[in-house]
């Protein structure tokens, strides 16, 4: 036949190269020819190339050879005997001498070195339409946009991923694996802390044949991981497999808080957020979601594991809603020096951590005080690092019994005051108020406008809004003293500063005024945006004095600034002068 080369006759014939299989497309209850491992992909009847190192056998002509009876084999573990049903089969000999059939439809495995195959058909392709808020100009939002991330079915009709993945999100879709339909999600919570965010789908058509991930135990150091997703490079599903390199309190970027984190060497691209980390039996061991790059590392990535993602569902499911991980409102310092132990007043054997500033809006705060010893927490004694014992030769930083309670619950603190006295106390823990939110959880930004001045509140994606990326050296000296070492004097207290100033008449001289704190308003003090927009709505004085940072004052005339408003308002195409939130 004219296009096929024939082979000559009496020459040897040529091994085929070897070739890499296929991911199979579709999950099934039976194995077939290939089964998924987390560290590689294995063939259970694999071409002769790979696993035999005997020649072709030689084409024989005439009628084709008849396949001999097998005899009736046993498996020398259990004695049971070993099912033959295969119309293809051969015997091939395992080291110990007892022959084993492989077959094309029958497959017999040892149990003892049996490989699971992940629930892959789970794993999900989240596509997402953002609209962020504009910080800058707060009456307004940025152009929308797209991104697509990795997702996969829990149990209860629910999918997981991460918060980043559907920050301001205007939509979310998901689209399962060989499927060309794209089905609508429901956000139920979105976790900003731990980065993780529960979706659910109402058309019964998506659940169809799928199987929910089961979550595993936490891996230990060296334990095989594979990481499956969505990441760029490609459309189909992808798989990178690596080992675990760490397991320690980690920054998690995104929530701007630590929690206990994995480390590991797979790769995890860009679109690979949201997708679950499978260990070696087919459990899901946690969710992928940020990595480290940096000219000079490589194959860092960070996985979110199961008490942080157990924590967050039940969070929900008792709550109804995300209500975050609480806090111990202290900063403390380690007690490492024999010198400062011994001025204390602590023992030889007394071990703990002295507390340094103590949150007022905390409920610790009415108990602890400045430079008592923290020696232990729920009973499991601090080290003078600052850690507690996790697992077997390994130690981790004692935020993690706190991460492990719930917003409302009450845990059991002992502290060493100076005069060498041991108290104890029962304290109700809480989700931390930071003076500068790193999130607005979804909310709009607040703002003010009078006589072209905006005034609004400083939050983490306001200085990244105005100063970029690299806010934490661009942004003002005094506001980052402010972000990272500033606790809350009351529950509702704010940063107000004047963001920009709207050129007009009125403001003339005042217009080089940018991202400066409002101190006071007719010498009351400002502690939040409400207040402030209040105070002057309801001013009845002569004049308007906002006392600024940096001995900078503002002065206009209230009825005046008051009319000229509106009219700022119609040059700027600005709907309102307060936002929605203040009216209330």
């Known amino acids: 036949m004219a296009g096929v080369n024939k082979r000559k006759r009496g020459r040897k014939p040529k091994s085929d190269p070897p070739s890499t299989p296929d991911i199979p497309t579709s999950t099934s209850p039976h194995i077939d020819d290939v089964v998924f491992s987390v560290s590689n992909v294995e063939l259970i009847d694999p071409p002769p ?206 929530g701007s808080t630590e929690l206990l984190g994995l480390q590991i060497d797979a790769a995890i691209n860009s679109g690979n957020s949201g997708g679950p980390a499978f260990n070696d039996k087919g459990n899901c061991v946690g969710i992928a979601f940020q990595s480290l790059k940096h000219e000079d590392v490589e194959n860092i990535g960070y996985v979110i594991p199961t008490p942080v993602i157990t924590h967050f569902i039940k969070d929900y499911e008792k709550n109804g809603a995300y209500t975050g991980f609480p806090i111990l409102g202290v900063e403390w310092q380690k007690m490492e020096n024999p010198d400062l132990r011994l001025s204390m007043g602590m023992k030889p054997d007394q071990k703990g951590v002295r507390i340094r500033r103590i949150d007022p809006t905390t409920p610790e705060s009415m108990m602890l005080m400045p430079s008592d010893v923290i020696l232990s927490f729920d009973g499991v004694d601090i080290a003078n690092d600052g850690t507690v014992p996790f697992r077997h030769g390994e130690r981790i930083g004692f935020s993690y019994l706190v991460s492990q309670k719930y917003s409302g619950d009450y845990a059991a603190v002992k502290v060493l005051r100076r005069n060498s006295e041991i108290l104890n106390f029962i304290i109700k823990l809480a989700t931390q108020m930071r003076l500068i939110p790193a999130h607005n959880k979804g909310r709009p930004p607040s ?77 009351e003090p400002v502690k939040n945006l409400k207040s402030l927009a209040s105070m002057v709505e309801k001013c009845k004085d002569e004049f308007l004095k906002f006392d600024l940072e940096y001995q900078q004052v503002v002065v206009l005339q209230t009825k005046t600034a008051k009319s000229a408003t509106s009219d700022i308002l119609t040059t700027h195409c600005i709907p309102s002068a307060m936002s929605e939130d203040l009216r209330t």
Request: glycine share 6%; net charge positive.
């Open 447 to 523: 703002y003010y406008i009078i006589a072209g001045f905006v005034f609004t509140t400083v939050s983490v994606p306001y200085l990244r809004s105005e100063y970029g990326k690299d806010y934490e050296y661009e942004a003002s000296v005094k506001l980052l003293d402010k972000l990272l070492h500033e606790f809350r004097q009351s529950p509702d207290e704010q940063i107000v500063v004047v963001s920009q100033v709207l050129v007009a008449d009125i403001n003339i001289g005042y217009e080089e005024i940018v991202n400066t704190q409002v101190l006071s308003f007719n010498g």
């Open 49 to 254: 190339s790979s696993t035999s190192h005997r020649p072709r056998p030689r084409p024989r002509r005439g009628r084709p050879r008849k396949t001999p009876l097998l005899p009736k084999l046993t498996n020398p573990e259990n004695g049971k005997t070993l099912k033959v049903t295969s119309p293809t089969r051969r015997l091939i000999d395992k080291p110990n001498g007892v022959p084993s059939l492989i077959s094309s439809e029958t497959t017999i495995i040892n149990a003892s070195v049996a490989r699971v195959m992940p629930a892959m058909d789970a794993v999900v392709k989240v596509f997402c339409v953002h609209t962020e808020p504009n910080y800058s100009l707060p009456w307004q939002r940025k152009r929308q946009y797209s991104s697509s991330s990795s997702g996969f079915v829990i149990k209860g009709r629910r999918v997981l991923t991460n918060a980043h993945s559907v920050e301001h999100y205007t939509q979310v879709k998901l689209k399962k694996r060989g499927s060309d339909t794209k089905f609508v999600a429901t956000v139920l919570a979105i976790g900003t802390e731990c980065d993780i965010a529960l979706l659910n789908v109402d058309d019964d058509e998506f659940w169809e044949g799928v199987s929910p991930v089961e979550f595993g135990d936490l891996p230990a150091l060296q334990d095989a991981v594979t990481v499956v997703g969505y990441p760029i490079g490609g459309d189909t599903i992808s798989v990178t497999s690596g080992v675990v390199s760490r397991i320690e309190i980690l920054s998690y970027v995104h």
